[in-house]
């Protein structure tokens, strides 16, 4: 069995771990949702889940911190344990700013958690546009999104509220 590698991200500047999150070729065996820490020498599996949209795993750095995705559960990684920070309601892409600015690419639109709650501020007219990945700037935000139904690559742009 082989193991796909999807995304790698850079732990605090401080270290020289990295975070590896991948699957493995045989796609809904027990452990196909994988995550790693890499620290320079040796991989280490940090996490293992179904690959199926209750347990994929997405990875992110968010302020100089890594957040873990496990299905509809979103986690800070601190001291080598996952700490949870909230319940997305649904596996979604995610990138902020801070543990109290995040987006997240959902399969009705892009919402955002403040700190407290989820809101949605770009619903979408059907669930066919995903969002896959997306920045911050200081006054903007981008979201790189694909339109399954008409093949289309996307990109959404908003102006964030000061």
Request: hydrophobic share 40%; aromatic share 16%.
């Amino acid at each position: 069995m082989r193991n796909s590698f999807i995304k790698i991200r850079r732990g605090k500047k401080t270290s020289n771990d990295y975070y590896i999150s991948g699957i493995r070729d045989e796609q809904f065996a027990e452990d196909s949702s994988i995550i790693y820490e890499f620290d320079g020498i040796k991989l280490n599996k940090i996490y293992q889940g179904l690959q199926n949209s209750n347990e994929i795993a997405g990875i992110e750095k968010i302020n100089d911190e890594i957040y873990f995705l496990k299905g509809s559960m979103l986690f800070k990684y601190v001291n080598n344990d996952f700490k949870f920070l909230l319940d997305v309601g649904e596996p979604s892409a995610f990138f902020g700013r801070s543990s109290k600015d995040i987006f997240l690419g959902k399969l009705n639109g892009i919402a955002h958690y403040n700190g407290t709650d989820i809101q949605y501020v770009y619903p979408f007219n059907d669930q066919s546009i995903r969002i896959f990945m997306g920045i911050v700037f200081e006054k903007e935000v981008f979201f790189l999104a694909y339109d399954i139904n008409k093949s289309l690559n996307l990109i959404i742009r908003g102006k964030l509220n000061q």
